[in-house]
């Protein structure tokens, strides 16, 4: 039952005003919705959240980004696989449809291809990009992020806030503390730029964690499309030692980065 995993008078409250906010919000479609999940449970996530991702997960340890994240549901407890199946339900997903008013048909992504559970420690970061747009096996569309942070007690000065750039890379339009029981989503396109490039320095050396999912469709508008099918490109802030926003980056599925004298305008 869904309501072991959400807070059942959560999920449509005031859902006219969010579908607004969803769809007018800057720099491009979002929303940042708090205590909609059950605490119990992502309290569980937390203690059992992997000691060492770096084990079975997948390290990333470069300029652009210096992060963990695991998305072997092998190796996640039963409680992260139970709310993981959740948020790949067909209610979650009519609610993310509804929500954020995409007209193609969201679908889950079974497999956690570049999602599963995210960890950074002190020193971590994620430089401003836009994702991957096409899922490697399906080739189904990416169209939606969903990110659900499990940190407790998290303050500004640690760092770690995810950022949200508009599509010139101009300006930081929003900054957004990853606190406990908060979940973020947003639209994806090629120039949804995001990331959290603040390095994370918490004095306690709690490392900042959290859960993203990725939604699908078969198609989407050609508007939100202008480089082709793409992996990873990371973008350099204004002022920024941030790697060189005048190169496409491809990031192949792994650790490899390509540099390509393709323009981003």
Not at 107 to 120: A, W, Y
Not at 136 to 156: A, S
Request: net charge positive.
């Amino acid at each position: 039952m869904f309501s072991k995993k959400i807070k059942e008078t959560n999920i449509l409250n005031d859902i006219e005003n969010k579908i607004e906010n969803y769809l007018n919000n800057h720099p491009f479609p979002h929303i940042v919705i708090d205590d909609l999940f059950d605490e119990n449970i992502l309290n569980n996530i937390i203690n059992e959240f992997p000691k060492d991702l770096a084990i079975n997960g997948e390290v990333y340890n470069n300029k652009a980004e210096k992060k963990v994240t695991l998305n072997k549901t092998e190796q996640f407890s039963e409680t992260t696989n139970n709310f993981i199946n959740f948020l790949n339900s067909n209610f979650f997903i009519k609610y993310l449809q509804k929500l954020t008013s995409i007209k193609e048909t969201l679908i889950p992504d079974p497999l956690l291809i570049g999602g599963g559970l995210h960890e950074l420690r002190n020193n971590g970061h994620l430089n401003i990009h836009s994702d991957f747009n096409r899922h490697p096996n399906t080739k189904l569309d990416r169209r939606l992020n969903v990110l659900i942070y499990l940190n407790k007690n998290w303050k500004e000065q640690y760092g770690g806030e995810l950022q949200l750039w508009d599509k010139n890379m101009t300006a930081c339009y929003k900054k957004i503390l990853p606190i406990f029981n908060r979940m973020v989503v947003f639209s994806t396109t090629d120039f949804s730029y995001h990331g959290n490039p603040t390095k994370v320095n918490n004095p306690n050396n709690i490392s900042r964690k959290s859960i993203a999912m990725y939604y699908y469709s078969n198609g989407r508008p050609s508007h939100e499309v202008e480089l082709g099918d793409h992996s990873t490109i990371f973008r350099k802030r204004p002022g920024s030692s941030d790697a060189d926003g005048n190169l496409y980056y491809k990031k192949l599925f792994g650790k490899i980065y390509i540099k390509t004298k393709k323009k981003i305008k």
